[in-house]
């Protein structure tokens, strides 16, 4: 539905955006992941119409923003990563003018202008001044500007930073919700955001496509197998690794810092799909050791992106 | 032609709400009715107009230099931009929402008009063309304020730039006898000479407040009309064009 082909952006010598390409298809949650400074934004305001990209094309429906931009403006809907709000307007009144400028026909401005209050929750404050409301609300306002003319595509910049958690909780599922009946691109520096909502990730990193892929095939190629860490105590030195070891499906085990003494830790490598959980404890429970931790580490974000750039080097080299 | 409106209206009511335009008037009504009173000889609205077009040229850069510049400071111009609306309706816009306040300062001057006409048997002819050589001059100042908030996302530098560069094309004329001078002294090239020449025409008709005073005389030469639509059309095609440059 949406496409992005080869956009580059450049500020002064910098290389914001680098011959970026992706599809967004219709009905689907994509997620925008990257550090600070990936240039998510500067792609998402190319993707808006704010900015024009150097080279390349960003296509609604084979249609580009570049050669008809009202055409397709009429059709998307963007959230700053700063909410464009006027202070001195209440939320109804600005709600109307979006509506307004948004083209939205003047019969069903109204209903559409309360109906986008009710969906976002900000229909206790429609009075208020946005001056005076606290950045929960002021987000949500944000996101009910994009959302009044019932735009095809939302375009969504990082819609929870610095919001408090319940916060975030509610806008999250607030996204899940449109993402049922709209085209949803939603930009995000942490991981954990975009799995909770999106269906596919495209992963940028210093301007580039880093990856394209759903969340289970992304943890996939991430994982390649899970790690484990263990502190056991009461063990003799040695003894726990080789136990550990000799589990089948456990691929290595490497000490790890301890942390107290008399008991040891590692991290515990397993084959890609395998839980080493069970054995490792029944192991533990066998030999009379106490099993101190045990826990699976997550993925993050960094690691995410150590693997990443470190696969793409390796493949550069090649 | 609807989002144009749009938008003047939305920055109608901001200019109005804020106490940036009551300051501008208040400031625009005692100082123009301190030297009209101070300095008033006979009956007519000659005095008034002079003081009242010496005053726009002070106050006009306080009306424009918000426009563009605040939209870009406070990030409110992502949300324009990324409308269905064309830069030619957003300029038209904004341009029209400085112009109702600069034609609501010079409606209300009209005060002068009528305490003038109580006491005094003015002219009436010269004084409905002095308001019209007013609104023309208040919105070529306009639109040159208007382009120079669009530059700029810090409002001082927008009014600075604007009245800056209002005084310039005021006094531009100054430039002329330099020119003049320099022309005499190429007597061996005919080319240089009819440069020198062509510049000379240009800066005796291009200062801004030249093509006023003949409105307060009372007279309505078409050239004066053209020169300030032209200048208009012409700031307000410079802005639409920077806005295009910043996005598509």
Sequence with gaps: MLEVKNVTKNYGGLRAVDGVSFRLEKGEALGLLGPNAAGKTTLMRIMAGYLPADDGSVLLDGMDIAESPVAVKRRLGYLPEIPPLYNDM????????AAEIKGVPRQSRASRADEVMERTGVADVAGRLIRNISKGYRQRVGLAQAMIHNPDVLILDEPTVGLDPNQIIEIRNLIKELSETNTILLSSHILTEVSATCDRVVILNEGRVAAVDTQEGLARRLRGGDALTVEVAGAKPGEAAQAFLSIDGVDGVEPAPEVAPGSERFTVSCRAGFDARGPIFHKAAASGWTLLELSRDSISLEDVFIKLTADEEASSDE | MSNAYYIFKKDVKSLFMSPLAYVVMAVFFCVSSFLLVA????????????????????????????????????????????????????VAGKFMAVMALAGAIIALSGQYALIIGIYGD?????????????LLLSGALASLGVYCSSLTRSQPAAAVSAFGLALLLIVIRAAQS???????????????EAVAKALSSVLETAGVLDHYFDFEK?????THVVYYVAFILLFLFFTARRLDSKRF
């Design chain 2, 122 to 134: 003015p002219d009436w002819g010269p004084a409905l063309t002095g308001y019209a050589g007013l």
């Design chain 1, 90 to 97: 209440t939320v109804k009144s600005y709600l109307l003018f």
């Design chain 2, 218 to 222: 009372g007279v309505i030469d078409s």
């Design chain 2, 178 to 192: 330099a020119v003049d001078a320099l022309a005499a002294s190429f007597t061996g090239s005919a080319a240089a």
């Design chain 2, 39 to 90: 300095g008033m000889e006979e009956a007519s609205m000659r005095g008034a107009f002079g003081l009242i077009a010496t005053m726009l040229i002070f106050i006009m850069p306080f009306l424009t230099m918000r426009s563009f510049a605040e939209e870009f400071a406070s990030g409110t111009d992502e949300l324009l931009m990324t409308s269905p609306v064309t830069s030619g309706q957003l």
